[in-house]
């Protein structure tokens, strides 16, 4: 792919469209730290005011534990839910032609424009006990509604957005070359799924997953409606910082939230470090061929 | 340019010109169920206090959580009044905020309760489940229904309301915790607001018995859509719920407006105030200014009170709510 070298225009070459990359870096840094390091910052800064103590009893306490563990694995399992089917429909809205694909292309970016309040409602009102849903599923023994179950469809809900934006660009500029090359050389399609489509689609099927896990571990508006929130069961972290606020304790809110931002940091160093892992082994996998 | 200027600068000497034309502004930061009730008043008092004094009076009304609500009032929203769930919330405005004097609840009549309620049951017609009383709520097959403590003031009321049941019961602390753990445990869904709690057992069909404040039971008895379907259960005893109203005097003093801050609260004793307050299902605290047909709705209950049944909003706060109090020992896994 990176082998055509696009012929560079003379007009374009030592011309910026933006004056000066002093400036340019300056106000561009200027933006970032404003909008996203500076809360960031005080975020911190309060939490290191609480001290050792503070935070260790934080983490301890045993009903955080829990709402940390709900909040991650739902949000991680939901990701993955999410990368899968965003996978899918993207490559159902790259490949194929067929009446309403515009429309489809243009729903898929709902979630993103609906208050995610709504979306909780409308998803309660579908998979709780008289529901369209919930009415089939819950006699058979699938409780959905207010069980983890039910925060898992809010989260990937709100996910899969970006699971088939990130991986529809890559798909459209990978073209079906490759496969045709790979299927005259005998492969099967399973083989040229697994050998040649795969891994080209990997890194922005990882960055979709991050996204959407990141996007799931905060989120409030839609979880709130489905969970039930009750204490060890289905409360999700977020809204045990509420329940601090509610209670006056900014410091208790601070922690929590600290906490999570910072295991969800971590979280999204290790997934963004996998693509690279990744391309240093196929390297050397060329090397050894 | 310069037309553009001064276009600029005779809009805003005209905005000036009218803001300055006897124009005065409140702002009432309330909870959430009241939305109709001050919608009626707000209208009501502008007209009275036109008459009286010649002075246009816009009213805003801000509707959310009453612990939300306080807190955006302490974090820099400018209130003139507010009316709230329960004394909690305007105390830590007066507490974290230092926005208001500690005795502000003093200043006006009832402990600046204008109107009350109390929290009753609601249940599907017919009553299916035989819910009497409170000991019916823990029996096993009955789900119940009531917000979270943590995040709504109101929740807070059937809490108490159950605790004050309990201990006339058993007389013994600890198989009191035993009996609200035994009621949270038929609680299938925490929601985080009592709105959000009527949703889930109007519309979403789920539990048996809906907590609720009675004025909240009257409107859902009284909505068109679910008329017929619910009827209410009266317990033997329940908790004289108390929202309270107070002018903020921090931003009173600042906006100019604490003549009318004051005069907008007195408003609410007055029989007309009472009036608006029984028809929107709330008990008004003189009921002798309120036509006895009207009052017929309110069926006679055993109260208690915050302060004689628990010494005070701020011991309670402290004992049942904060992180660690009883409400998290309910909780506490076993």
């Known amino acids: 792919m990176s082998t055509l070298a696009l012929p560079s225009l003379p007009a374009a070459r030592g011309r910026r469209p933006l004056p000066g990359f002093g400036l340019s870096l300056g106000l561009g840094l200027a933006w970032l730290s404003l909008v996203v ?145 790979a299927a005259s050389l005998g492969a099967s399609r399973l083989t040229t799924l697994r050998r040649v489509i795969l891994p080209e689609l990997l890194p ?38 509420t329940i601090r606020l509610e209670e006056y304790d900014y410091n208790g809110a601070i922690a929590i939230a600290a906490l999570l931002l910072a295991a969800s940091f971590l979280c999204l160093l290790a997934i963004n470090a996998i693509p690279s892992l990744f391309a240093h082994e196929r390297r050397e996998q060329r090397h050894d061929a | 340019m310069k037309t553009l200027l001064s276009s600029f600068a005779l809009a805003f000497a005209l905005a000036a010109g009218t803001a300055s034309a006897k124009d005065v502004e409140l702002l009432n930061v309330s909870y959430d169920p009241t939305r109709e009730f001050y919608a009626e008043v707000n209208t009501a008092f502008a007209a009275q206090w036109k008459q009286q004094t010649g002075e246009t009076l816009k009213i805003r009304a801000s509707h959310g959580g009453s612990g939300k609500q306080a807190r955006s009032v302490i974090d820099g929203l400018e209130a003139d009044v507010v009316t709230l769930a329960l004394a909690a919330d305007i105390d830590a405005i007066a507490s974290n905020g230092k926005l208001l004097p500690a ?132 317990p033997s005893l329940s908790i004289k719920a108390e929202p309270p109203v107070a002018w903020v005097d921090k931003n009173v003093a600042k906006h100019g407006t604490r003549k009318q801050a004051e005069a907008y609260l007195r408003f609410l004793y007055t029989p007309e105030g009472q009036r608006l307050a029984a028809k929107h299902g709330y008990r008004p605290a003189e009921p002798d200014k309120v036509p006895a047909a009207e009052l017929a709705r309110f069926p006679q209950v055993k109260q208690v009170t915050i302060d004689n049944a628990f010494g005070g909003w701020k011991k309670t706060q402290a004992e049942h709510f904060a992180d660690g109090g009883f409400f998290d020992r309910i909780y506490q896994p076993k």
């Open chain 1, 37 to 181: 390091l500076l809360p960031l910052a005080a975020l911190a800064v309060r939490a290191a005011g609480l001290g050792l103590d503070g935070w260790l009893r934080a983490v301890q306490d045993p009903r955080v534990q829990a709402s940390l563990k709900l909040s991650f694995g739902a949000a991680l399992l939901a990701a993955a839910l999410a990368s899968l089917a965003g996978a899918l429909v993207a490559w159902v809205l790259v490949r194929y032609r067929f009446p309403g694909r515009r429309l489809l292309d243009a729903l898929v970016d709902l979630p993103f424009a609906l208050p995610t309040a709504v979306a909780g409602i409308a998803l309660t009102a579908i998979y709780s006990a008289n529901g369209w849903m919930g009415r089939w599923l819950e006699p058979a023994g699938l409780k959905i509604a207010y069980a983890p179950a039910g925060i898992v469809i809010a989260l990937v809900f709100i996910g899969l957005p970006f699971a088939v934006r990130t991986v529809q660009p890559v798909l459209e500029a990978l073209g079906r070359e490759q496969e045709e090359a």
């Open chain 1, 204 to 241: 922005a099927l990882l960055t979709g997953f991050s996204l959407a896990f990141a996007r799931g571990l905060g989120e409030y508006g839609s979880v709130i409606f489905i969970a039930g929130n009750l204490p060890y069961k289905t409360e999700i972290a977020p809204l045990l910082i």
């Open chain 2, 103 to 234: 005795n502000w609840q003093t200043r006006l009549p009832h402990q600046s309760s204008p109107y009350t309620s109390t929290i009753v049951f609601l249940v599907r017609k017919g009553n299916p489940k035989g819910v009497r009383d409170w000991g019916d709520l823990v029996k096993p097959g009955v789900a119940v229904i009531t917000p979270n403590p943590k995040t709504s003031g109101g929740a807070r009321w059937n809490y108490l309301a159950a605790w004050a049941w309990a201990s006339q019961q058993y007389r013994d602390g600890g198989k009191v915790v035993d009996y609200l753990t035994r009621l949270f445990k038929n609680v299938p869904v925490l929601d985080t607001g009592a709105r959000g709690s009527t949703t889930t057992f109007v519309e979403r069909g789920i539990g048996d018995v809906l907590l609720a404040w009675e004025n909240e039971a009257l409107l859902t008895l009284n909505d068109p859509a679910t008329r017929g379907k619910f009827e209410i259960v009266v």
